[in-house]
């Protein structure tokens, strides 16, 4: 199986940039294949500009798409998963991403309107899995509502709305501590995550 993965870190001496490493460290170990998108590597532009922008208004699925934008959908194309990595930022994913969304998600692909069955996706993989690196623990993310609001938005509207099926957000959360065992443990489920993922 083959896993596009999805990476909004721009410094390479990073939490998140060794979580990374671990996820593919087990995806490789379970026999499987991956594609990184390094999204600052590649310099991903990440503002929606006026000819995007009339073109995702006007509904017409016929005008073609910027060629990094092609890319990014062949990539995903090509593959029977995809994971997003980032840190969260603001309680959301860096605007890196969230430009990639706004960008890679065009109507006539990730959703388009068939008269008969409505909304539809162009969509080939239905399996994603989002690991988000946070400063504040997983328990207070969890009281204050935040990962819940992390997870509609992720899982309920970019994903799903777009034809996944099988969703998941993994918070490796508490790293504003400084504490080495905190880390490990997120580094050991990270690990973890990539060689069960296309397990289940
Ligand atoms: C601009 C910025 C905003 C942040 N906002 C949040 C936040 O809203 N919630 C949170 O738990 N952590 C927040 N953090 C902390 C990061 O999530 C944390 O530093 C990251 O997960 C792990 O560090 P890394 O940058 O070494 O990968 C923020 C960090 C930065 C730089």
Redesign the pocket.
């Known amino acids: 199986m083959h896993l596009y993965v999805v990476y909004a870190?721009p410094?390479k001496?990073?939490?998140?940039?060794?979580?990374l490493n671990y996820f593919l460290k087990g995806v490789k170990e379970s026999g499987n294949t991956f594609e990184i998108g390094d999204l600052y590597e590649m310099n991903f532009k990440c503002e929606l500009d006026i000819g995007q922008y009339t073109h995702e208004m006007s509904r017409t699925t016929l005008m073609p798409v910027p060629d990094d934008v092609k890319k990014e959908q062949e990539k995903i194309q090509r593959s029977d998963a995809i994971t997003f990595i980032y840190?969260?930022?603001?309680?959301?994913c860096?605007g890196i991403l969230k430009g990639w969304f706004d960008r890679v998600w065009t109507n006539g692909y990730a959703y388009f309107y068939d008269e008969k069955a409505g909304r539809k996706s162009f969509i080939a993989p239905k399996k994603a899995l989002v690991i988000?690196?946070?400063?504040?623990?997983v328990e207070?993310?969890e009281e204050t509502g935040?990962a819940q609001s992390m997870r509609c938005i992720m899982l309920k509207d970019r994903l799903k709305n777009v034809g996944f099926t099988d969703v998941k957000m993994e918070i490796?959360?508490g790293?504003?501590n400084n504490n080495d065992f905190i880390k490990r443990s997120n580094l050991e489920k990270a690990y973890i995550l990539g060689v069960d993922f296309f397990k289940n």
Request: hydrophobic fraction near 40%.
């Open positions: 870190h410094s001496h990073s939490f998140t940039y060794e979580v840190p969260v930022w603001w309680s959301d860096p988000c690196t946070a400063g504040h623990t207070y993310l935040i490796l959360g790293m504003a």
